[in-house]
């Protein structure tokens, strides 16, 4: 199975961090400008998922949505989410951990797209 969304060994230490202090997390992935570009990470039910978004995958055991709108233009590629240093967005949990979440992509191999298409026939 082809995995949409995918987590660095830095992210996921980064999340289980953020567990032990936060409780279950979630993350959401906007196509938005500034903070908004950056995968917002949430104590769980804080952020409200509505109609205009979708569920992508996990990542730490942690649910990963983002805007249907900007998965369309993402569709072809895997979101590989990474932890760097720097300060997080202003409303996402790393923030004071002096480290940032940081979405990278690749494009999807033809066999991984062929395979992605037959999961959602």
């Keep these: ?4 969304v995918t987590a660095t060994e830095e ?3 980064l999340i289980n ?9 979630m993350f ?3 196509g938005g400008c500034c903070d908004g570009s950056s995968p917002m990470c949430y104590p769980r039910g804080e952020f409200r998922i509505g109609d205009a978004d979708m569920l992508l995958g996990e990542i ?7 805007s249907k709108d900007q998965y369309e233009y993402w569709k072809h590629t895997q979101l590989v989410i990474d932890a760097v240093e720097g ?9 004071p951990e002096g480290k940032r979440f940081l979405t990278r992509s690749r494009i999807f191999t033809t ?11």
């Design 1 to 4: 199975m082809v995995e949409r």
């Design 11 to 13: 992210a996921l230490t």
């Design 17 to 25: 961090t953020l567990k032990e202090i936060h409780g279950d997390l």
């Design 28 to 30: 959401h992935q906007s």
């Design 60 to 66: 730490g055991n942690t649910p990963f949505y983002i």
């Design 87 to 95: 300060r997080g967005g202003m409303f996402s949990l790393e923030g």
């Design 111 to 121: 066999q991984e797209r062929e395979e992605l298409t037959k999961e959602t026939e």
